[in-house]
């Protein structure tokens, strides 16, 4: 039976190199799909992994309307088995209902990609619609870490690696370019990072000098009560 599966997790966990080999997958035992994504990185209609994979894919707009799509090409003869969304954040909600009755109706698998929550972690709408219409929601296996080891679970918007918490809910970015001056970039942070706004750089600022560390192993242990 065909179904909508959500992969979901932060960003740089691995959710474009998923889709693009899940594509290859089912491509390779005959299966045909269709590629959408929306905001890539790497430009317009490209669905692009870090791991240095890119292929052309179908860019999703507002005005993208998925039954159409494939009732229209299923029209013509061709053959829609599965499609493949990724930054599927960026859709609308209608967007969304859309890909539902494209598996309950015209029984295509959808496997949609995308982070869940924005740099104030509020739920993105595409995500939120996904969460309650997906059969299966499957969060990423590889883990990306906070600068403190921990689990990353939310996303934080930086800039100058100094963490924000107001602009537009979509600014197109990356999570490993140095993010000088009042450049805007991303840091994957565990929650209780994201909700102290510590990212790598002002933990290091406020981390006690080498200095400083030498004076309190030299001091002596306060004595005991
Ligand atoms: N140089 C590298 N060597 C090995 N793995 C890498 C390298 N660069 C990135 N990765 C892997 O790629 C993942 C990011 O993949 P990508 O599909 O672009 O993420 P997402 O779509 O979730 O943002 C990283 O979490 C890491 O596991
Ligand atoms: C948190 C957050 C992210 N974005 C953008 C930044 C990237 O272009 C994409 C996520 O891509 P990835 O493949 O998962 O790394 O989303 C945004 O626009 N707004 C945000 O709050």
Not at 76 to 81: E, L, P, Q, S, T
Not at 109 to 136: E, H, K, N, Y
Not at 201 to 222: F, K
């Amino acid at each position: 039976m065909a179904e909508l599966a959500f992969f979901s997790g932060t960003m740089d966990s691995g959710k474009s190199t998923l889709a693009l080999q899940m594509h290859h997958n089912h491509a390779a035992r005959g299966r045909d799909g269709l590629l959408f994504t929306s905001h890539d990185r790497s430009g317009e209609a490209r669905l692009s992994s870090r791991l240095g994979l890119s292929v052309p894919a179908q860019e999703v707009t507002p005005a993208t309307d998925f039954w159409a799509e494939v009732v229209e090409r299923r029209t013509r003869g061709r053959a829609v088995d599965y499609l493949i969304c990724d930054e599927a954040q960026f859709y609308t909600a209608e967007q969304v209902d859309q890909l539902a009755r494209v598996v309950d109706d015209l029984g295509a698998d959808v496997f949609a990609f995308g982070i869940a929550t924005d740099f104030r972690a509020r739920l993105f709408p595409g995500s939120a619609r996904l969460f309650a219409m997906a059969d299966r929601v499957e969060v990423l296996q590889v883990q990306a870490l906070c600068w403190c080891g921990a689990r990353a679970t939310h996303n934080a918007r930086t800039v100058g690696g100094v963490m924000v918490v107001e602009g537009e809910q979509v600014v197109v970015g990356d999570v490993d370019t140095a993010h000088e001056g009042d450049e805007v970039g991303y840091e994957v942070l565990c929650r209780r990072h994201h909700v102290r706004r510590q990212t790598a750089r002002t933990a290091q600022a406020a981390a006690p000098s080498p200095q400083t560390l030498g004076l309190l192993a030299e001091s002596p242990e306060p004595e005991a009560v």
